[in-house]
């Protein structure tokens, strides 16, 4: 029997130093380093070759006198490796030993490769143990851009001498790193798009029975086209021709005529702009989506010539009664590599991303701990290079010291609202979901709490605010708040290791902003910035000064959203309009707290009563004033709008929708300009100069909230029209300079 062994593997054994027992007797103790291949013979093990690679079980050792001096020496082929062991049981008097060093050869001596070969990956090792995690990193090797990492589980048997055979199947994994992608494959590029091969796809499958292959679904743009929809592949976006030849017709932006594309099989484009597809007249399109799909059995046929994506993973999963012969898939690379997983002794294989082109290269890869034995080899235009010698990786959960990374900037949450936020993504441990055993919230960064003298470790955790696991993901619940609230808060992530992640996020409890869209003079309704139902507006009126919280006609003083965060409050207290009365009670004028529009009552009134308008002293907004047939001012308002962000500039004052200040100019003796809105100082200001003047010296100024900068002899009148406040500016001879209309909906303030 022959015994492959691993190196320094530890072990209880009852046997001697330098052998070990045929028979599994664990009774005693001690340490061997297995280390090569043994020959068990009569209870002993004798080590013939220091061989410590993968072995398929069919190798056969020769008995040979291959130095004609009467004694058998012997022979081992095993993984195009040659071994000889000499037996030195006769030792000629003429045969001569040399101690000389074996001449090393360069690879420009090669003389049996007679065109391409790849040499050896370089410092390939375990660049790091963690906890359910694999780390292998190698150097790059010049213009070699794809690497197979072939690993086991199982490489040798010194438990199971017992065992007559060794039974290796099903127990290689193989993952297919490509660097550089993007770049690798590119065939060419126009204005519109990067044309370029798919890296992997399937070319022939044998028998489906007991396959699974995990990936990303495709999408068929032909069936959109066909349903009516409008395809437009944006920019950054990739489409794939699948198997078969496509050529389809697209508008772009920049240009009138519509454009022509054809693909290969097996090919792609990457979008620079939008390309809207007109139609398709040969063939079809696809789109790769980010939903994944698990195809069982024959639905893999469904991926036969399509891109596989990084992340596909293939795998036999049926048992040994559904391989055949011809359990098998071929791939095909777009550098015309190819590669037969037979799943007689293949278990997995799956496609990784090494990334951007760089002098060094990780594998990367989730594995539950235990011991893995892999080797690693580039290869290329279906060359495959020397492979590594064979490369211990350990996951180990007591390796951990690596604290849970936390993505999470901040929350947000609306108050009187209970949210919950799946942040999976943002939480980041080794070992996934399942390596993280605690967390907690820290809401009082600045207090230590708990009396450790650290003030960012407090488990702080409350009924409406806390992190936790469900159902195999990490969520956070925050809610209901009935106070605004903008602070730092901590969360802590604590793993199985302990290892702890902290991370200062913040956290706001904000109001969603209410609007009120309608008033029809008893009923106010409106909504608020986002779908939120139970949100409570309270309504207040803004009088002389005074602000007073209105309730409706039950009394009640809060109203609530609806699913679609509308609300309503049916006033029922007035019509939406004071009314000026003197002394002896008479009404004397109507004022509209919605425009602030005044009527004065009655051709009497019209006679006694009087509407002046000045500026305001120091604010320029307009005032308006009642004065009685004395001069004295028995009312007064000022007029501020919050509308449009520039001052409007139009021929006619119908059909204005937004709210605003509008300007109607009368003659040409003035030019005018609008301040850009986007200026820190003044934006959206109308500026006035005379035609005349060159240099555009500006004699007044009109600003978006109402605010006038006119000269002293200017005259401003009060006017209307229909509900709405006109002032009418005119020269010191009398001349109508130009109108504006003061557009505005003043009737509350509302939280």
């Not at 370029?196 to 495709?218: C, F, N, P």
């Not at 395809?231 to 050529?247: C, D, F, N, Q």
């Not at 792609?268 to 702009?273: T, V």
Request: aromatic share 12%.
């Amino acid at each position: 029997n022959l015994l492959a062994a691993n190196a320094s593997v530890s072990t209880t054994q009852s046997a001697s130093t330098g052998t070990c027992s045929a028979n599994n007797n664990f009774s005693g103790s001690g340490s061997y380093n297995y280390y090569g291949i043994y020959v068990v013979e009569n209870g002993r093990s004798y080590r013939l070759f220091d061989y410590v690679d993968e072995v398929k079980g069919d190798e056969v050792p020769k008995a040979i006198d291959y130095d004609n001096d009467g004694d058998k020496d012997l022979l081992y082929f095993v993984n195009n490796v040659l071994y000889l062991k000499e037996n030195l049981e006769n030792k000629p008097s003429n045969k001569v030993y040399l101690n000389e060093a074996p001449t090393v050869l360069s690879p420009s001596d090669n003389k049996y490769l007679n065109k391409y070969y790849i040499e050896a990956v370089n410092n390939a090792h375990e660049s790091d143990i963690g906890n359910s995690i694999v780390n292998l990193s190698f150097d790059t090797l010049q213009n070699i851009y794809n690497y197979r990492m072939t690993y086991f589980d199982i490489v040798d048997k010194h438990r199971n001498l017992k065992r007559d055979e060794i039974e290796p199947r099903r127990n290689k994994n193989i993952v297919d790193g490509i660097a550089g992608e993007g770049e690798i494959n590119n065939i060419f590029e126009n204005d519109y798009y990067t044309k370029r091969k798919d890296l992997v796809y399937i070319d022939r499958i044998g028998s489906y029975r007991g396959l699974e292959m995990a990936t990303y679904k495709m999408k068929s743009i032909r069936d959109d086209l066909n349903s009516g929809n409008t395809v437009t592949i944006s920019a950054g976006t990739r489409l794939y021709s699948g198997p078969s030849y496509l050529e389809l017709t697209y508008q772009v932006d920049s240009e009138d005529e519509n454009q022509t594309l054809k693909l290969e099989p097996n090919t792609n484009i990457e979008a620079k702009e939008d390309l809207v597809i007109v139609g398709i007249s040969r063939g079809n399109g696809y789109i790769q989506t980010t939903d994944e799909v698990v195809y069982n059995g024959d639905e893999i046929s469904k991926m036969k010539g399509y891109p596989i994506p990084f992340g596909t993973k293939i795998t036999f999963v049926g048992d040994k009664t559904a391989l055949k012969k011809d359990s098998y898939i071929d791939l095909y690379y777009y550098d015309k590599s190819e590669l037969r997983l037979d799943f007689n002794d293949t278990y997995s294989w799956e496609l990784y991303d090494l990334g951007e082109l760089n002098t060094e290269y990780l594998f990367s890869l989730n594995k539950k701990n235990d011991y893995y034995y892999a080797k690693l080899n580039g290869f290329k235009n279906n060359t495959i290079g020397t492979s590594t010698r064979q490369i211990l990786l350990s996951p180990q959960m007591k390796a951990d010291k690596n604290q849970p990374d936390i993505a999470l900037n901040s929350i947000k949450v609306p108050v009187y609202q209970e949210v919950e936020i799946d942040i999976t993504d943002k939480i980041t441990e080794d070992r996934g979901v399942d390596g993280v055993s605690k967390l907690f919230i820290d809401f009082y960064l600045e207090k230590d709490t708990d009396g450790d003298l650290n003030p960012k470790n407090d488990d702080n955790s409350m009924p409406n605010l806390k992190a936790y696991k469900k159902d195999g993901k990490i969520f956070l619940k925050a809610g209901k708040f009935t106070t605004l609230i903008d602070k730092k808060v901590g969360i802590n992530v604590v793993d199985e290791n302990g290892n702890v992640g902290f991370k200062e996020i913040n956290f706001e409890v904000y109001s969603p902003i209410p609007e009120i869209e309608a008033y029809d003079g008893t009923t106010i309704s409106g909504k608020i910035s986002e779908a939120l139902s139970d949100e409570p507006i309270n309504f207040y009126r803004f009088r002389g000064g005074n602000l007073t919280k209105l309730g409706d006609t039950e009394g009640k003083v809060t109203v609530s959203t609806n699913d679609k965060g509308e609300f309503e409050l049916k006033t029922g207290l007035f019509t939406g309009g004071l009314t000026l009365k003197d002394a002896s009670g008479k009404d004397i004028a109507n004022i509209s707290e919605k425009t602030g529009k005044i009527d004065i009552l009655t051709p009497e009134n019209k006679l006694k009563y009087k509407i002046k308008v000045s500026k305001e002293e120091n604010t320029n907004y307009p005032k308006i004033f009642i004065q009685d047939e004395t001069g004295k001012n028995i009312f007064n308002q000022i007029l501020r709008v919050n509308g449009n962000s520039k001052v409007g500039v139009v021929n006619s004052f119908e059909n204005l929708k937004k709210n605003g200040v509008y300007l109607k100019s009368y003659q040409n003796d003035f030019g005018y300009y609008v301040l850009p809105e986007n200026i820190s100082n003044n934006p959206g200001v109308y500026v006035g100069y005379r035609s005349s003047d060159s240099n555009q010296t500006p004699v007044f100024k009109i600003y978006p909230d109402g605010r006038l900068e006119l000269p002293n002899s200017y005259n401003i009148d009060y006017s209307e029209d229909k509900d709405y406040i006109i002032l009418k500016i005119s020269d010191s001879s009398g001349k109508q300079l130009f109108d504006l209309l003061f557009k505005l909906d003043a009737d509350y303030v509302i939280n």
